[in-house]
Nanobody, 113 residues
Framework: VQLQASGGGLVQAGGSLRLSCAASGFRFSIYNMGWYRQAPGKQRELVATITGGGSTKYADSVKGRFTISRDNAKNTIYLLMNSLKPEDTAVYYC????????WGQGTQVTVSS
């Protein structure tokens, strides 16, 4: 099983990034998938989730700015992040939840003011 997150980087406030998480080794299409983040000195928190059927949920702090999506043909989820703020700076992790729980390795997002 592997979850490979990518797409992080350094961006100025107001900018955009798109994260990707490529999955392998499990039945991706039936798993609920999600993005979480952890800032220095803080607990890991939920950012957004998407079910196998495509239903989505977002943390209040990112509603209207972030969009989670999935491509079951490519076993990949995405997180489009617009209007980024310095407080969005964190390591972003993807997670798969179903019969088992799987975490990716994380990708750093840094938003400068």
């Amino acid at each position: 099983v592997q979850l490979q997150a990518s797409g992080g980087g350094l961006v100025q406030a107001g900018g955009s990034l798109r994260l990707s998480c490529a999955a392998s080794g499990f039945r991706f299409s039936i798993y609920n998938m999600g993005w979480y983040r952890q800032a220095p000195g803080k607990q890991r928190e939920l950012v957004a989730t998407i079910t196998g059927g495509g239903s989505t949920k977002y943390a209040d702090s990112v509603k209207g700015r972030f969009t989670i999506s999935r491509d079951n043909a490519k076993n990949t989820i995405y997180l489009l992040m617009n209007s980024l703020k310095p407080e969005d700076t964190a390591v972003y992790y993807c997670k798969g939840s179903g019969g088992s729980t799987y975490w990716g390795q994380g990708t750093q997002v840094t938003v400068s003011s």
